[in-house]
């Protein structure tokens, strides 16, 4: 299994650690819950280090993630973040990612992308496909650094108070490289909780040591480590998909209530011509939240059921422990997806009353 | 109940059995090694009263925060008494797990082959 710099940190203070996407990562310290209102209330930190890290060495990447991207990266400002989808011909969703463009300390001006670790490899040579001199410069730097969210309303303060600069100045989605203690750091303000925050990309050699830091700076005002469990119930409650759930391959972007994401007009990219066919055929089931009756949370692949035939399916569900009740996300046929809706859920042969409900569950005030 | 009194499944049910009314009864529940690997519970799915249930298959489930998982019956027979009130404080199950923890009764046809003693299934959890 695959470690990131933080691996043994995390074993050695109660890290239950788990395989995911072939990388040891911590599920949980201690509970769940504690973490999720640790995040909503004070701050939590997180290693993402999994996540794929690509660096662009070269100005023709910005040519190549604009074939490539849903939404338009051509003409990006330098310091703003992306968040897009990248498609195959047919329009099946590849993977969601974070497109940057930033300043490096050396003055160059250079895109980076995040990714998701289950699908780096899939990327990489989806990348190298369309770029097969690697002309774009592509280098993988996920290996060499490592990468970890504070987040919560005391993360910004807190970080800026660390680091000296004025990051509650900075925008949402945007980032900016800072030089920290002799090595560079690039912090973005973006997230996946749902909440304010910042992340984090140091070389390796300096992630132990900058975790401790950002503990130690919120030490009193309640930050706590947090694992992968809190970081999917977080962001199921602010309804962020999460790919090889919400997206996938057989999944239209059309579908998936992204339209933030794409970028049609004007432009070419792969799978840009499956997206506007998808638009226009009706009847496709699309993205949707649902509310649960009772305490029993309904789980990925639970029909949604509505006199007794089957019109959806939920793609992720848990209980959410800021509203107290289960929440889910499902694909529902559009004659059921109204917001008010009642539909029913199957949990293992047993019918559940719930309610289509506007997305997200939860936003911060 | 003792923890050290009860007899267990390797899938971490406890179960205790005792007589009443001139019957085997079987008092179930989940061990505190369970609960505590479990980590936060916010539901659990039994049967109803009068359901059948038997050794070894399993009988309802419980929900953590991030998963499900099955519970199976150390015994044969039909369901007596379903601990009703404890899906609104399931706290119990972590605070007084063999006490006021339990789940089900069971009238007892017969018990299940695998039942482990206190320091065989101790012995299991601690090789974890």
């Given at each position: ?33 504690a ?19 690509l ?14 991207a ?143 830091l ?10 706590r ?19 090889g ?7 239209n ?113 | ?14 179960v ?14 989940i061990?505190?090694?369970a ?25 309802g ?34 605070d ?33």
């Open positions: 299994m695959q470690q990131t710099a933080l691996t043994q940190w995390h074993s050695t203070h109660g890290g239950k650690m788990v395989d995911f996407a072939g990388w040891s990562m911590p599920v949980q310290y201690d509970s769940i819950m973490e999720h209102a640790a995040v909503r209330n004070q701050a939590g930190l997180f290693d993402v280090s999994h996540m794929g890290r660096r662009f060495a070269s100005k023709a990447a910005e040519s190549l993630l604009e074939r490539l849903t939404r338009k990266v051509a003409g990006t400002p330098i310091g703003k973040i992306r968040y897009s989808l990248m498609c195959n011909e047919q329009g099946g969703i590849l993977d969601d990612v974070l497109i940057y463009r930033m300043q490096e300390l050396d003055g160059g001006d250079k895109y980076w992308m995040v990714v998701n670790a289950s699908n780096r490899e899939k990327i990489l040579q989806w990348l190298q496909r369309h770029d097969p001199r690697n002309e774009a410069g592509l280098e993988d730097r996920t290996h060499s650094t490592a990468m970890i969210a504070v987040q919560g309303p005391l993360a910004v303060p807190k970080i800026q108070e660390l680091l000296k600069f004025d990051v509650a100045g900075m925008g949402y989605y945007s980032g900016q490289f800072v030089e920290f203690r002799g090595f560079p750091l690039l912090v973005s303000r973006t997230g996946y909780t749902g909440e304010d925050g910042v992340e984090l990309i140091a070389p390796n050699e300096h992630a132990v040591a900058l975790w401790e950002v503990l130690a700076e919120g030490a009193n005002a309640g930050f480590p947090a694992g992968l469990g809190a970081r999917d119930t977080l962001r199921l409650e602010a309804a962020m998909p999460l790919y759930h919400e997206l996938s391959e057989e999944i972007p059309a579908h998936a209530d992204l339209g933030f994401a794409i970028n049609l007009k004007d432009r070419e990219f792969v799978g840009r011509d499956a997206i506007l066919a998808a638009q226009k055929v009706s009847g496709s089931r699309r993205r949707v939240g649902l509310e649960l009756e009772g305490r029993r949370p309904a789980r990925e692949n639970c029909p949604v059921v509505v006199g007794g035939q089957e019109v959806g399916m939920v793609t992720s569900g848990t209980f959410a422990p800021t509203l107290q009740k289960p929440i889910a996300m499902a694909y529902l046929d559009p004659a059921y997806a109204e917001v008010g809706r009642s539909v029913e859920v199957d949990i293992r042969g047993k019918l559940h009353q719930a309610t289509v409900v506007k997305l997200p569950f939860y936003s911060r005030s | 109940m003792k923890a050290e009194d009860l007899k267990y499944l390797e899938s971490h049910e406890w205790a059995v005792g007589t009443s009314g001139g019957q085997q009864v079987a008092t179930i529940g061990s505190a090694f609960v505590e690997q479990l980590g936060d519970i916010v539901h659990i799915e039994l049967p109803g009263i009068g359901d059948s249930v038997t050794a070894g298959e399993e009988f489930e419980v929900e953590s925060v991030k998963a499900v998982s099955s519970l199976y019956s150390p015994v044969t027979g039909q369901v007596l008494e379903v601990h009703a009130g404890l899906v609104d404080d399931l706290s119990v199950l972590s007084d797990p063999y006490e006021r923890g339990w789940l089900l009764k069971v009238k007892v046809d017969s018990l299940s082959d695998r039942l482990l003693d206190f320091a065989a299934y101790k012995q299991q959890c601690d090789s974890h």
